[in-house]
């Protein structure tokens, strides 16, 4: 690779990292009006979100929501998605004053998302329906002769649910190579270490025996998750595709980083005021 395409890459790179920061801000000011919302879930995925709306990765138009020639993405832990709201408003969904009326009467924006907002492809209550639902959109594209792609984001905890090894199953058996799952894998579900509940390690193994292509990368680091997503799409081999995303529950705060009920956790205001003003020193 010559000099200026590398130079070329890592100025792209850094522009994925400042807007991860900026977003981890903004997700930290919704938790402050709202403190309702599942923060540490959120701010695991943040990298996710911006490496597929930044970077690339995902066809979309804000103007035209339900565009045919959209990829879908289907955010299973709907919960743990605060963090692409301020994503949403700036890349056009809605208008940015959205961001301080969450959780209140008159915006569209709660706790928990569901398709009435711009941009959400379904409803995200529940947990482990998301793959199920991003299997059929994609046998449905396939069928219709689509090269559009579906991503889907699903926690490591929501891996509990038998529905969701139902539709690794299915995604296997019917070759659904047009589906990449991603795994926010912050090994901390609702009230302790996954590992302490029921630990699904080793993970690739478990999606390999339903025929999946698999990877693994760490899920803050945005040129490995670029490089990883690139590939995994690009990929025709007759496989559904998953990226199993290592990330930390509560990035960016340190007291939610190691704390085992981070996921319940709420911070006060001024514990917010002081993590910014750390983020920009």
Sequence with gaps: ?????????????????????????????????????????????????VVLYYGGLLKFDPSDVL????????ISKGHGSISLYPILAD??????????????????????????????ETMNGSLG??????CGIAIALKRMKSDKKVFVLL?????????VWEAAMFA????????????????ICMLDYCSKILNMEPLEDKFRVQRWQVDRVDGHNVGMLHSA???????????????IADTVKGRGVPSLETDSLSHIKSLKPEEIDRIIAGMKS
């Design 229 to 243: 997503l690139t590939r995994l799409k690009d990929d025709t081999g007759g496989r559904p595709k998953v990226l």
């Design 155 to 163: 926690g490591d905890g929501e891996l509990y649910e038998g529905s």
């Design 129 to 134: 329906h998301g793959l199920g639902v991003a």
């Design 91 to 120: 890349v056009g969904y809605f208008d940015r004053q959205e961001l301080s009326r969450v959780c209140t009467d008159e915006s569209l924006l709660g706790g928990i998302p569901d398709a009435i907002i711009p941009g959400y």
């Design 67 to 74: 565009w045919e020639g959209r990829d879908r993405f289907i």
């Design 172 to 187: 296997g058996e019917h070759k659904l190579d047009n589906l990449i799952a991603i795994v926010d894998n912050n090994r």
């Design 1 to 49: 690779m010559s000099e200026n395409k590398t130079d070329n890459k890592s100025l792209f790179f850094r522009s994925l990292e400042d807007k991860a920061l900026w977003v981890r801000e903004e997700t930290l000011n919704i938790h402050r009006i709202a403190q309702q919302t599942r923060l540490a879930s959120s701010l695991s995925a943040v990298e996710i979100f």
